[in-house]
């Protein structure tokens, strides 16, 4: 893939990362659990798909950033490097909600149905469309 469409692919993909467990196929709400009348404090807990969404943010924002730098950087090594680190950047987007952090274990939960095959789904089109780009990349270095 030339320069500016792999860049377009993983600043994509990072946005739909970061998107998909926020809006649009979002986590389980955080459920109030103790309410205190006399200073209006409210306790809520939150579910384990809370966490994996905030680590998907976090892992959005970084393909995000990546993608922008491959976008400005005209070395073939360098952006081999920067692909190489997204072969394992798809891996953490598949395994934080399936072996780091999880989701919600009851499979009628919203993040078991939507959010995780989604983020799933996510992971093996970045990595296909990595290892892609680094065939191609390798062979003009």
Avoid at 11 to 40: F, R
Wanted: glycine letters at 6%; proline letters at 5%; hydrophobic letters at 55%.
């Amino acid at each position: 893939m030339n320069r500016f469409l792999s860049s377009a692919f993983v600043i994509l993909i990072g946005l739909l990362v970061i998107l998909v467990p926020t809006y649009i196929l979002p986590v389980c709400p955080p459920t109030e659990i103790m309410a205190n009348s006399h200073d209006h404090h409210i306790t809520y807990k939150f579910m384990k798909c809370h966490w994996t969404s905030q680590a998907e943010i976090g892992i959005g924002t970084a393909m995000v950033v990546i993608g922008l730098i491959l976008l400005l950087i005209k070395s073939t090594l360098i952006r081999l490097g920067l692909n190489i680190s997204l072969v394992v950047i798809a891996m953490f987007v598949a395994a934080v909600p399936t072996i780091l952090i999880g989701v919600c274990p009851s499979e009628m939960m919203a993040c078991h149905i939507g959010t995780l095959p989604a983020l799933l789904l996510l992971s093996g089109i970045l990595f296909i469309g990595i290892l892609v780009n680094i065939f191609y990349l390798k062979r003009l270095s």
